[in-house]
Antibody, heavy 130, light 109 residues
Framework: QLQLQESGSGLVKPSQTLSLTCAVS??????????WSWIRQPPGKGLEWIGY???????SYNPSLESRVTMSVDKSKNQFSLKLNSVTAADTAIYYC??????????????????????WGNGTTVTVSS | SYVLTQPPSVSVAPGQTARVTCGRD??????VHWYQQKPGQAPLVVVY???ERPSGIPERFSGSNSGNTATLTISGVEAGDEADYYC????????????FGTGTKVTVL
């Protein structure tokens, strides 16, 4: 059974860097057909995709956060990480790590790839405050 | 910006059918996925690729998608189904390409 566990700084001062790590157990971070994502949820609000990383190190970030986000992967430790710099109060949220699964379907005679999150960590609360 | 529009709330009596919609132009051409999030918990996928259910998800959860609306249907609603529900698509023409819906609170009366 795949498990993901977030860890990292729960309180970050404005303008500083938020750092989180997601430890993966019960499966390999190098498994084909998957990438590894971060999603956040501000208090009382909806879900926001931050980005994903493949075990190769290839990344894709939400354009609204791209200038402040860095993701990395450590295959030896079976974990991946998120750094978000220059944080403000608007970055206060629950941060989730998740596994993004790639599947394909035949639609209109064409192979169409789709992606969804099939496993999530429990989430970690990050508060930005002085 | 790319928005998947969901009704903020849906109320349903136990045993009845709840329908949660997710609207966007031509969403019928997309593979839509649905997540359930109970208070204090992480989201859980209940339907993926429009109609597929992960192992362990009851048959009461089903999906459909056509035209401009995708729908999650919960038949024979139980008290334990009370939660927030989010739709999600992957669309390379959108920014960002990984998009969640606005979310719907399903209340069991």
């Amino acid at each position: 059974q795949l498990q993901l566990q977030e860890s990292g700084s729960g309180l970050v001062k404005p303008s500083q860097t938020l750092s989180l790590t997601c430890a993966v157990s019960g499966g390999s971070i190098s498994s084909g057909g998957y990438s590894w994502s971060w999603i956040r949820q501000p208090p009382g609000k909806g879900l926001e995709w931050i980005g994903y990383i493949y075990h190769s190190g290839t990344t894709s970030y939400n354009p609204s956060l791209e200038s402040r986000v860095t993701m990395s992967v450590d295959k030896s430790k079976n974990q991946f990480s998120l750094k978000l710099n220059s944080v403000t109060a608007a970055d206060t949220a629950i941060y989730y790590c998740a596994r993004r699964r790639q599947r394909s379907r035949l639609f209109g005679g064409v192979i169409d790839y789709y992606y969804y999150m099939d496993a999530w960590g429990n989430g970690t609360t990050v508060t930005v405050s002085s | 910006s790319y928005v998947l529009t969901q009704p903020p709330s849906v109320s349903v009596a136990p045993g009845q059918t709840a329908r949660v919609t997710c609207g966007r132009d031509n969403i019928g051409t997309k593979s839509v996925h649905w997540y359930q999030q109970k208070p204090g918990q992480a989201p859980l996928v209940v339907v993926y690729n429009v109609i597929e259910r992960p192992s362990g998800i009851p048959e009461r959860f089903s999906g459909s998608n056509s035209g401009n609306t995708a729908t999650l249907t919960i038949s024979g609603v139980e008290a334990g189904d009370e939660a927030d529900y989010y739709c999600q698509v992957w669309d390379t023409s959108a920014s960002p390409p990984f998009v969640f819906g606005t979310g719907t609170k399903v209340t069991v009366l």
